[in-house]
């Protein structure tokens, strides 16, 4: 596999030409790109510069809104309504995260529900983002459907991430963002670019039957499924997933929303749940951070152990070029 090093900025700028080119507005151009960036820079390859032919397609298919203009507003003093208006989320999010973030610390907890939203990057920026405003976050989102439920042969679920971030007082917050399904499809599709194989338990092939071939996995290239985390356990919470991103929020669950999608390679339409919480309300004290610290040293003393979030945080503090899949940098400047 060739490889290409590519600066910071030039990972943004090539981003955002390929958005713009392809008919998006500044503003949702300059959030996506950025959010792209950040993803290359923490080291989170399947959610950067690897998305950007999936948001062009979806872009020129007209799927998504290149002019999109989220809308905000209060429902109740703790529920934070967004209609994205059909863009993408990075967009959406910096719209509402700020009065999401207004409406917890002042009555502890409050939630965010987005709709019309084509949520195609990872999960973490946004939580993260709310636990460096001190907040305590968690959030999902469903997508198409490409995992089968425990004992089944069919693809139901989505991917189905959640994610969650705990602020830290002077510390970068602790922060995981995990899909549901025992791959994340990006993932997948990285190994199947790259020609690897995958370990046993990721995802059965068309007829039903385990395998490792990526390719043969990936809903996209084949009619393969992924399989749940942990069994009934994963398949669980991914069902959790599809209820509080779906009909909580008066959107679809997966399968539905593979019926109303173009195919077009980019992500689909569809809801996502943000929950805030102020710590320091909630537990009345404002040495609330001292129980969690407690716990993280606890875990850190283990020889090999690593916080969740560790690694990206360590990553972004190198400011230096990023190694690209050359292949993937020509596919994009030729969209653009």
């Known amino acids: 596999m060739s490889t290409t090093q590519l600066t910071l900025d030039e990972i943004y700028n090539l981003a955002r030409t390929a958005l713009l080119n392809a008919g998006s507005n500044e503003e949702m151009a300059d959030i996506v790109a950025d959010t792209v960036t950040k993803a290359e820079r923490d080291g989170s390859h399947s959610h950067g510069l690897f998305r950007i032919p999936g948001y062009v397609a979806s872009l020129k298919s007209g799927k998504v809104n290149k ?137 059965l092939d068309e007829k039903g039957n385990p395998t490792t071939d990526p390719a043969a996995i990936d809903p996209n290239t084949g009619d393969g499924m992924i399989l749940p985390f942990g069994g009934y356990k994963g398949s669980h919470i991914a069902m959790m997933v599809e209820l509080l991103s779906g009909p909580l929020l008066g959107e679809t669950v997966s399968f539905e929303t593979k019926k109303l999608d173009n195919n077009d390679g980019g992500p689909p339409a569809g809801g996502q749940f943000i929950l805030a919480m102020s710590p320091e309300l909630t537990s009345g004290t404002p040495d609330w951070g001292t129980g969690a610290d407690s716990l993280f040293a606890k875990l850190k003393s283990f020889e090999g152990l690593r916080l969740p979030g560790e690694r990206r945080h360590k990553n972004r503090l190198d400011t230096g070029p990023r190694t690209v899949n050359t292949t993937l940098i020509e596919t994009i400047k030729n969209l653009a």
């Open 67 to 203: 002019n999109a203009d989220p809308k905000v507003e209060y429902i109740t003093p703790v529920l934070v309504r967004c209609d994205a208006d059909h863009g993408y989320a990075p967009l959406a999010h910096s719209r509402c995260l700020n009065m999401l973030t207004e409406a917890a610390k002042t009555y502890g907890i409050a939630m965010a529900q987005i709709t019309k939203s084509h949520h195609f990057a990872a999960l973490w920026p946004e939580t993260e983002a709310l636990a460096e405003k001190g907040l305590v976050a968690f959030s999902c989102v469903n997508y198409m459907p490409m995992v089968a439920p425990f004992g089944a042969k069919e693809k139901v679920y989505g991917s189905n991430p959640v994610a969650f971030a705990w602020p830290r007082e002077g510390k970068p917050p602790v922060v995981f963002d995990m899909a549901t399904a025992a791959m994340a499809m990006g993932d997948i599709q990285i190994a199947a670019r790259d020609g690897k194989e995958l370990a046993p338990g990721i995802g």
